[in-house]
């Protein structure tokens, strides 16, 4: 049995690879080993027990007002013994965070290839966004494997010279852990949210924290959001804010006196992509829900100048509004006015996967290492 060693650190991440995990766990010629550096604590622990994954090594890195040298300092130290006891066959990262190139790094010092999950994303700024696009790149340069999630993305590898056949075409893995968890008539646990989520009225999901957001740029998406919020009476705001005190203390000051904006904690995945399929529209600056919210035939308007994304954008399903309040208003209104504008976004063809992608994966992975002789398809 091949060893493949998961690397993983934050919410999104963990979300991503615990159905790959759960594949490599019941792969008869695979053997999994998990570690995660916790980079993020709290979050990642409600992923670990939603899809009930036990860590095999726990960096439990994560500090208060931890900077980016601290993780990546902690991983490069955390990782060494470990690879080094272990002697993984294949090293398993997703994405763009800072656990992602670090880790890569650490393989790469103890000459241990790295199959890259989500490789090839680009936004074509180097500090948008900061520092994810640096550590996807840095990534994919050091990866042995490229588990591209569209054609676009193998394109964006193609064009920085990697080898087309360490690259193989999945689909999304968010798509695999989004069909296991959403349910028509899941519960949620806060009857508050069920009783605002049953009803009647339109609803608009927000989340906002990107550190290119931070200041000027946020305070623009939140007084957009109280114009809407007045113009609109019938429409309920729900806000799962993010634990960054600058974050709160701008939505308490703009938003903070709105009935109708209900700013609450942040949500674990189960209840948070539940929540994404029963609203109307989501306001967001984060990279994933640019992928899952499509799957559930909600329109985006990504608070971004740039996104690593461009397929839901030529899809129709997302849309790019930057921080500029006056798009971001106008925008959001007419989707919540117009019914022809809704719904060509939210009709519009999910680019980003079948529920698949993780069987495809550990295809290519025994392909790569001779246990099987076919090599996957593409998904297309």
């Known amino acids: 049995m091949k060893k493949i060693m998961c690397v993983f650190g934050t919410r999104p991440e963990a979300i991503k690879m615990a159905p790959v995990v759960k594949a490599i766990e019941q792969n008869e010629h695979l053997q999994s080993i998990v570690t995660v550096t916790a980079q993020h604590r709290e979050m990642l622990d409600q992923v670990l027990q939603l899809f009930g994954i036990t860590p095999d090594y726990d960096l439990n890195l994560m500090k208060k007002n931890q ?5 990546t300092a902690g991983v490069l130290h955390g990782l060494e013994e470990i690879l080094q006891k272990e002697q993984p066959d294949l090293v398993l990262v ?4 800072t656990t992602t190139f670090a880790a890569t790094l650490a393989a790469f010092y103890q000459q241990i290839p790295v ?3 989500e490789a090839g994303l680009r936004s074509g700024n180097l500090y948008s966004p900061y520092p994810e696009e640096a550590n996807r790149k840095l990534t994919g340069v050091m990866a042995a494997l490229h588990f591209s999630p569209t054609p676009e993305a193998r394109n964006n590898l193609l064009r920085e010279s990697a080898d087309d056949e360490k690259i193989f075409v999945t689909g999304n ?15 949620f646990a806060d009857a508050a949210l069920q009783q605002l989520l049953d009803s009647p009225g339109k609803k608009v999901l927000i989340t906002a924290h990107r550190r290119e957001n931070q200041g ?7 007084q957009a959001v109280r114009r809407l919020h007045e113009t609109l009476p019938e429409v309920q705001f729900i806000f799962p804010i993010h634990k960054n005190p600058k974050v709160r203390e701008l939505a308490a000051q703009i938003l903070g006196d709105l009935e109708r904006v209900h700013i609450i904690e942040p949500l674990d995945y189960e209840p948070f992509a539940n929540a994404m399929s029963k609203v109307d529209l989501i306001l967001t600056d984060s990279g994933g829900l640019q992928e899952e919210a499509p799957a559930l035939g909600k329109p985006v308007l990504v608070l971004r100048d740039t996104t690593e994304r461009p397929e839901a954008v030529t899809a129709g399903t997302v849309e790019l509004v930057g921080t500029d309040e006056e798009l ?7 989707l919540l006015t117009d019914a022809d504008a809704y719904g060509k976004m939210a009709n519009a063809v999910n680019p980003y996967g079948d529920g698949k992608a993780c ?4 295809a290519a992975i025994e392909y790569y290492f001779g246990i099987r002789d076919q090599r996957p398809e593409n998904w297309v």
């Open 67 to 71: 900077t980016l040298t601290d993780i």
């Open 94 to 97: 997703h994405g763009d965070t």
């Open 115 to 117: 199959g890259h999950v």
């Open 173 to 187: 893995t968010v798509i695999d852990a989004l069909l296991t968890t959403v349910h028509a008539h899941y519960q």
């Open 216 to 222: 000027a740029p946020m305070m623009h998406i939140f």
């Open 328 to 334: 971001i208003y106008q925008t959001a209104l007419k």
């Open 359 to 362: 069987g495809r994966i550990t």
